[in-house]
């Protein structure tokens, strides 16, 4: 195996842990590459030494380890639009108590850049790096539905209330171009509801999703129309820094 082999397949086990949400084995690993389970061990071993890969003492199973954070968040404060976002994220926390978030568009599932927490007690956190699926989230579907993407093949079931049918998720989506945001009504978590809206570049082309995450409890029907007017005056100020800026640098 030449040490380029070694590397992709390397990456491929990392591609690979990433979509696993409760980790993989190592017979899994060498049926995914195609090669016999000496040699995924090898690799699987390389990855935990230098802690790309953990695994676990008793299950045997492997999952990401923390380097991987590391390098993520490394990455995401490099980030040109979560620099400029900050400072509205701050200003929707404040004006609404609930835990603030920016999300993109990264491998088919919506990646977590910034949030500022919530200093109640009772919060919905969601670690910068974290990898969220689209169709069962307010910053999801908001990305799905002004970047008119293709829709996930598999819609998968993570609550009661979530849409896994093309034909539902299609007229939720028309809902949110229609009134500009888009609510997470216990589809991903129960307990919680999120609500969130687009983020557009100079051009008029989303490049990301804003939007707040609480318990049920205090995001109750009788106050989500105003979290909502909250969440979209913020998101406006945003658009216009956003194309401020893009406009002088052009």
Same mark, same amino acid.
């Given at each position: $195996?030449?040490? %380029?082999?070694?590397?992709?397949?390397?990456?491929?086990?990392?591609l690979?842990?990433?979509?696993?949400?409760?980790?993989?084995?190592?017979?899994?690993?060498?049926?995914?590459?195609?090669?016999?389970?000496?040699?995924?061990?090898?690799?699987?071993?390389?990855?935990?030494k230098?802690?790309?890969?953990?695994?676990?003492?008793?299950? *045997?199973?492997?999952?990401?380890?923390?380097? %991987?954070?590391?390098?993520?968040?490394?990455?995401?404060?490099?980030?040109?639009? *979560?620099?400029?976002?900050?400072?509205?994220?701050?200003?929707?926390?404040?004006?609404?108590?609930?835990?603030?978030? %920016?999300?993109?568009?990264?491998?088919?599932?919506?990646?977590? %850049?910034?949030?500022?927490?919530?200093?109640?007690?009772?919060?919905v956190?969601?670690?910068?790096?974290?990898?969220?699926?689209?169709?069962?989230?307010?910053?999801?579907?908001?990305?799905?539905?002004?970047? *008119?993407?293709?829709?996930?093949e598999?819609?998968?079931?993570?609550?009661?209330?979530?849409?896994?049918?093309?034909?539902?998720?299609?007229?939720?989506?028309?809902?949110?171009?229609?009134?500009?945001?888009?609510?997470?009504?216990?589809?991903f978590? #129960?307990?919680?509801?999120?609500?969130?809206?687009?983020?557009f570049?100079?051009?008029?082309?989303?490049?990301?999703?804003?939007? #707040?995450?609480?318990p049920?409890?205090? $995001?109750?029907?009788?106050?989500?129309?105003?979290?909502?007017?909250?969440?979209?005056?913020?998101?406006?100020?945003?658009?216009?820094?956003?194309?401020?800026n893009?406009?002088?640098?052009?």
């Amino acid at each position: $195996m030449t040490e %380029i082999q070694s590397l992709a397949r390397g990456l491929r086990i990392l591609l690979m842990l990433s979509d696993s949400l409760d980790g993989s084995t190592v017979t899994e690993v060498a049926e995914n590459l195609g090669v016999d389970k000496g040699s995924a061990s090898r690799l699987v071993n390389t990855l935990v030494k230098y802690g790309f890969a953990e695994k676990d003492p008793v299950s *045997r199973r492997i999952s990401l380890g923390p380097q %991987i954070v590391s390098l993520s968040r490394s990455l995401l404060t490099r980030m040109p639009l *979560r620099e400029v976002a900050k400072p509205y994220l701050r200003e929707l926390m404040r004006s609404t108590g609930e835990c603030a978030h %920016i999300g993109i568009l990264s491998q088919g599932k919506v990646l977590y %850049i910034d949030q500022v927490e919530s200093p109640a007690s009772l919060r919905v956190n969601a670690e910068v790096g974290f990898l969220a699926p689209l169709h069962c989230t307010a910053l999801g579907k908001v990305l799905l539905a002004f970047g *008119r993407l293709p829709l996930p093949e598999s819609l998968e079931r993570y609550t009661d209330s979530t849409l896994v049918t093309q034909f539902a998720l299609k007229k939720n989506l028309a809902s949110v171009r229609e009134q500009g945001y888009a609510i997470d009504d216990e589809e991903f978590d #129960i307990g919680v509801r999120c609500i969130a809206a687009p983020i557009f570049d100079f051009r008029n082309k989303v490049v990301g999703s804003i939007g #707040i995450s609480g318990p049920t409890t205090r $995001m109750t029907p009788g106050v989500l129309q105003t979290l909502v007017q909250q969440v979209l005056e913020i998101s406006d100020k945003l658009n216009g820094r956003m194309k401020f800026n893009q406009g002088r640098e052009q």
